[in-house]
Each structure stands twice: as structure tokens, then as C-alpha cells.
């Protein structure tokens, strides 16, 4: 806490994003709560020494909240809040390549008028209903991920927020219970019937192999109707599958495909694969979910099933400045590279 500023600044050494991340997140949040334009900011030696960390890092979080017109400052004056914009919340669930192109597109299509606050809820109820809490009418548009994606909980703190202000991002809101989603605006992939239809369509490929896994920690925060389309198609095409929970145990067997949903998991596997001496989509196979980028250039290229988040990202922009209604599913589609 800064004594000289009085502003309820706090890092939390326990949580995934960096101190920089943080201390972004959190100079937002006080601006939003605690301050108002023309309102003087610490300086950097203050929060360098009150929140105990390098002055190099308190530098590249002004800088940074410069760069998005949140903070501005002078010789003489320091730093201090920026003039009123258009500002919009963009609350995910964690970080991930695929949700950094939804991003990125959001950035690329406002203009300078617009502030984008990104905050990471990592599917921590409280801390989501915090962020929602205190910064309920302060932003022209809510761009949310909801923190539950397997019982599809609905916090009625989002009852504070103007529907026509909100968008849902990436879930299903109609599967939500007690809630009237109706009212409000969503951009989603599909989780069952366009991954059933996904594998359909690479069914010939997917019987080369003596089995089939689905790879699915128990702890991931992914809507279990994955699971039931996977088994569904399985059935339906009388493959052999087993669901991995969880990878530590598990030993690759050649001749057997592996459909993984985690990032992290596809480099365990991959990991594994070559200590194994196992060639890709020769020896076993891989189909991952959500594309990224470094897909195309890993292992001779992987395969996927994934949305475009990219058209997810300009229709989010879209809503954001035009401030109309959107329903939308992004469609869902096949990527066949060499490891399946």
C-alpha cells in the first residue's frame, strides 16, 4: 500500500501473472476506483519501494498504460490520469496464444479513442466477481469469459452491468441456468455437435489407429459436452477410445491417436513422443484443439480442431464500437496438417 498516495496498491506473489501484469491490473483498477482524471499517480520510486519491486518494472507498466492513453505524464507534473476515453474491460479466463489473437484483433479495430483493460480471472470466482464489482458502470463496453464453463454457474454480479454494454465471449450462454440470455450479446464456438462433425469428417484418418484418446485433465475448465461428442462419434464409428485424465501415468502406445484440448498437454505428449523414439503421424498420432500459430511449425505441422479466433476478435471490435446487438457462433472447422 503507498503511503504517500494513499491508493490501495497490492501485488499477490501466489497468482500466475507477472508483477508487471499485476501492478498494470491493479494501477487500472485503482483509476477506475479511487481516481478520477487529472488525478496524480505514484511516482516510481514509491511503488518500487512500497510494493518491493524493481523501478525497471514499475517503468514499463507506465509505459505501457501510456502506450493505451490510460495514464500520461510530464516533467513537472509526473504521471497522472489520462483524459476520459471510450474504455472497455476485456475479461478472460487465462492466458493462451489463441485468446492473444482475439486480442489482438479487438486493439487492431478501435482507434486511439479506445482504452482496453485486460484482466485475467483464471476462473476464480471471487476474484471475477471483484473485478465485476468494481468496475461496474465505469466502462463503455464488458467484453467477459465466465469463470465457469463446466456447470455453467452465472454470478448475478453481471446483473450490474447494462446488457447492452456486455458481450460473452466463447461459451455458450444459452446452457446457462437462471439466467436470461436473451438480453444479452454473445460470440461463441461450438463445444459438441461442430467437434463431432469435425472428427466425422477425418473419420478415415482417425481409424488408422488401433485407438483413440481424449486427453482432458480432470481439473481443466472445459465444457464436459467435448467429452460426450468424442464418445458419441467414437461410438458411432466403432473406434476404440479411452478419456485420459491424467497424462502422468499414461504411456504412449504406437499405432494409437491422441485428441489433446491443452496446450501444455500436447508438449507433454510431444515430450514423451520422442523419448519413445515415436515419429509423429507416422508412429502416433495428434489432433489438438484451438489453433495457434507455432501449430503449423511443430512437428511437421499439427492438426486441429479449432474456431477462428481471430473472426472472434473483429466481431467483438464490432460490437465495441458499434454498440449493436450480436448472437454469433464463429464456426468451427478441420486444420489437417502431418500428425494425424
Known sequence: MTSDYNLSISLNNTLPETKLQQLINEIIRVIHTELKEGDSLPSVNVLSRN????????????KELKQRKIVDSTPTRGYFVNREMNRVLLLLDYYSPFKDLVYQEIEKSLNRKYSIDLVFHHYNKHLFESVILESANWYNSYVIMNFDTREFEVSEVLLKIDPSKLLFLDIPIYRWKNFESEKYSYIWQNFDEA????????SDRIKNYNSFHLVIPEYLQHPP?????FEKFCNDYNIKHYVIRNLTDVELK???AYFILREKDLATVLKMSKEDH???GRDIGILAYNNTPI???VASGISVISTDFREMGKKAGRFIQDGKAIKEIIPTRVILRESI
Open 195 to 202: 467437434v463431432y462433425n469435425c472428427l466425422k469428417e477425418i
Open 295 to 297: 501449430y503449423e511449425f
Open 254 to 256: 504406437k499405432g494409437d
Open 225 to 229: 459436452v467435448t467429452i460426450q461428442a
Open 51 to 62: 510494493l518491493n519491486i524493481s523501478r525497471d518494472t514499475v517503468f514499463k507498466a507506465y
Open 278 to 280: 515415436f515419429k509423429v
